[in-house]
């Protein structure tokens, strides 16, 4: 989902908008996400049945990089970051981007989109639970029944592929439940910066510092790679999980945190499982079982209650980057 961002401005007032306030574009626009970010699961996991994952990850960021670079310096006339966060910005790179995206693509190609994406979705609940134990917030005991829902859910999920314990059913799974942690730990790094870091500069430098790691892990896939065996899907599959997923969805998911605050952005966000595993039953005839429904909605319930009680100066990260790296 979370391609997993700051704003001074989310960090230092609250929403402007209430739940209860009319639909408007801000809300049309992370609904957009949310699609985007769901149906980007099953796009990728049908382009690695032509393109190596490695190989099909570093062209994706590759791309991205390139077009994200203008676009933060249209919008905000500068790039460079703030003196003294530059070395810290680079193992956030390396966190947040080379070693989540390695394990996420890799996962990706062993398990299913529907159980990736709901694995995805409990990177709120891992922050929490790493922020109790470095002590940079305190566990309530909503947000401790909401981290034990979640975790519920995880194991109804990798249960309903048959708990088989071979490679090829819960290899995958493993992998991706790791991504997730890196990325637990990149939104609590971001968390650590502090002034004059906007989020789509924190999110353009972070790509840019991840993105050699994954250039040079996917060199191998790309010298050998056959380009002639690529079908115009694959390339459109390529072009959607760039553009859309990386670069249109972090402006517009940054440009909603900015207008309504990141407690009320990050909401829809629970609704990205949803709308992959349906994505991933019609595009790749994924089937969506009973078992994991019920860890579908165990995990979503304890998100949701483990946002409903963090604060949004403590979770403005978090929640604006949960789903940036999808």
Not at 83 to 97: A, E, P, Q, T, Y
Not at 311 to 321: D, F, L, Q, T, Y
Request: charged share 10%.
């Amino acid at each position: 989902m979370t391609a997993k961002p700051i704003t001074h401005s989310a960090r230092s007032r609250t929403s402007t908008s209430g739940p209860g306030r009319d639909f408007s574009a801000t809300d049309l626009g992370m609904l957009l996400v949310v699609i985007i970010w769901g149906t980007n699961f099953a796009i990728v996991k049908g382009a690695l049945s032509q393109i190596p994952p490695l190989a099909f990850t570093a062209l994706r960021f590759g791309i991205a990089s390139i077009l994200l670079l203008p676009i933060v310096y249209f919008r905000e006339h500068a790039f460079m970051p703030p003196r003294g966060s530059v070395w810290k910005l680079v193992w956030l790179g390396l966190v947040g981007n080379t070693i989540y995206q390695l394990l996420f693509i890799i996962g990706l190609s062993r398990t299913t989109a529907a159980n990736c994406a709901l694995l995805i979705a409990t990177t709120p609940v891992l922050v929490a639970l790493l922020g109790a134990i470095l002590r940079i917030e305190r566990v309530t005991r909503i947000v401790a029944a909401g981290i034990a829902l979640a975790f519920a859910g995880i194991a109804v999920v990798v249960a309903a592929r048959g708990v088989t314990l071979s490679r090829a059913t819960l290899a995958g799974d493993l992998l991706v439940f790791a991504a997730a942690v890196c990325w637990a730990i990149y939104t609590l790094g971001v968390r650590s910066l502090g002034e004059g870091h906007s989020p789509l500069r924190i999110t353009a430098m972070t790509m840019l510092t991840g993105t050699p790691g994954l250039l040079l892990f996917g060199a191998p896939q790309l010298l050998r790679m056959d380009w002639h065996r690529v079908e115009p899907t694959g390339w459109l599959s390529l072009a959607f999980t760039s553009i859309f997923s990386l670069v249109l969805a972090y402006v517009i998911w940054n440009t909603s945190v900015r207008a309504v605050g990141s407690s009320r952005t990050a909401i829809y966000a629970c609704a990205t499982p949803l709308v992959a595993a349906l994505v991933a039953h019609f595009l790749l005839g994924e089937r969506f079982v009973a078992l994991q429904a019920a860890g579908a909605s165990l995990i979503i319930a304890g998100v949701l209650l483990t946002r409903r009680t963090t604060k949004e100066k403590i979770v403005g990260v978090a929640e604006n980057e949960i789903h940036v790296s999808a």
